[in-house]
């Protein structure tokens, strides 16, 4: 039998970890209790990709708010390749669904998402903010995110930016693309 887990209360509000040298130097002048969301990725180079497609997609605003958001970012290179259809742009009600495949309600960090994984016999899903579900399992050490309607995986590498609203964890790879164009 497959168990289902919504975002737990208790992972919503876990506090989170300090994650060493990822973090941009900008953010680290402010702590995460200081600056939301928005304010932290914009302070970092690593997301400049996600940053601009979040503008483009109309979602700026929602990280800005009070609430609890964890974003799983691939990096640049990858985003890159993914808001472009050819050598036109993804329109941007496409790059906003595609987005919110990649966002979670709820501000998660690594150990809470590993904790929650072991207390739930090596999986645990949850909820995007789009209408997709994401399964979290383990290989090894490696936190793997698996997008269950695209079937795309990613290994978390780790929490780059923190903040008093949300956590934004950095991918290998995507776990949601626009859909292909009929040929």
Known sequence: MKKTYLLPALLAFVPLAACGSEESSD????????????????????????VAAIR??????IFSAPGGYTIIAPPNAVFAQLTQDGNEAVPPAVLAAM??????????????????????DGKVS???????????????????????????????????VEANNGALLLADAALAAPPKKAE
């Open 99 to 120: 987005l919110r495949e990649h966002m979670l309600p709820g501000q998660l960090d690594l150990a809470s998402i590993r904790k929650a994984i072991a207390e739930n």
């Open 56 to 61: 483009e997609a109309g979602l700026g605003d």
């Open 126 to 160: 949850v909820n995007t903010m789009g209408s997709g579900m994401i399964d979290f399992t383990l290989d090894g050490e490696d936190v793997i995110a698996a997008h269950q309607d695209s079937g795309l995986k990613a290994k978390l590498t780790g929490s780059i």
């Open 27 to 50: 953010a680290a002048v402010k702590s995460p209790a200081e600056i939301t969301l928005a304010e932290a990725m914009e302070s970092s180079s690593d997301v400049s990709g996600l």
